[in-house]
């Protein structure tokens, strides 16, 4: 079967296509570049440079005639959501919505959205935190990723659509773009290589679940070719580990007796998360496999290579 990957020249994107292409399946990629990358591409995939909101997306259906779709493609700086809900929308609900109508109206039944379950949450006293929770997100990126997780049941029963949303922990590991504000570990890899001070937001004890993106492109594809019809699915590890866990994991392998450096809160940022992945288990058969230090490390070991 025929794969598209929307932003598959990105960070999770690019191991979603590598995955899919050891398999041996046909695979196009529509990225846009603004944060993907040629160098990720795999080359065994077809590349097709666009947007998910523009002309191109509707031609790659209506020519490539993909029968499934994970869709990855976003806007994905939670801080960029809260200084431009409108931008962000834009993207993440606008072009969101542009691929699940195309795969309605060109027999695409097969959608695997990456939603949220870092930002889809909020702050909640249940954690480990599981898909049946009340979802109460503090920012508008994670607001659009529940607007289209509810697209996606609309599409379902109305169209057929058989949809997977897939309620990523914090992603982490190599090819992540250290350039942004998004990616902790990618932007403190980055600053410990080049000397620069790797400053802890307020007081570091704020906890995430940090998945490997190796086990997070596993979840999509086990989800894309299960033969469950649909289904909502975290992909986390089950474990809170704070920002100052993480910083010292880092430092001992990229530059150590560095010391934490401290500033100030980010506004409005969310205190905890913390994903329940049973269920994903059950029905998916998939359990996260790189523990929180080793992953780390090997992330560490990759930027340094790239620095070299």
Known sequence: MKVLVTGGAGFIGSHVVDRLVAEGRPV?????????????????????????????????????????????????????????????????????????????????????????????YGDTDLRPTPESAECSPVSPYGVTKLAIEKYLHFYRVEHGLRPMAMRFGNVYGPRQNPHGE????????????????????????????????EDVARACVLAEASAVDHGIFNVGTGIEKNVVD????????????????????????????CLDWSHTKQVLGWSPQRGFDEGLRDTARWFRGKES
């Open 28 to 120: 196009a990629v529509l990225d846009n570049l603004s944060t993907g990358r040629m160098e990720n591409l795999n080359p065994q995939a077809e590349f097709f440079e666009g947007d998910i909101g523009g002309d191109l997306c509707d031609t790659l259906f209506h020519e490539w005639k993909p029968e499934s779709v994970i869709h990855l493609a976003a806007q994905i700086d939670v801080r960029q959501s809260v200084r431009d809900p409108l931008g962000d929308a834009r993207t993440n609900i606008l072009g969101s919505l542009r691929v699940l109508q195309n795969a309605v109206e060109h027999g695409c039944r097969r959608v695997v959205f990456a939603s949220t379950g870092g930002a889809i």
């Open 182 to 213: 998004a990616g902790v570990v990618a932007i403190f890899c980055r600053r410990m290589l080049a000397g620069q001070p790797a400053v802890i937001n307020g007081d570091g004890l704020q906890t995430r679940d940090y998945v490997h993106v």
């Open 246 to 273: 993480l910083f010292r994991v880092l430092r001992d392998e990229l530059d150590p007796g560095r010391e934490e450096a401290f500033g100030p809160a980010a506004v409005g940022e969310q205190r905890t998360s």
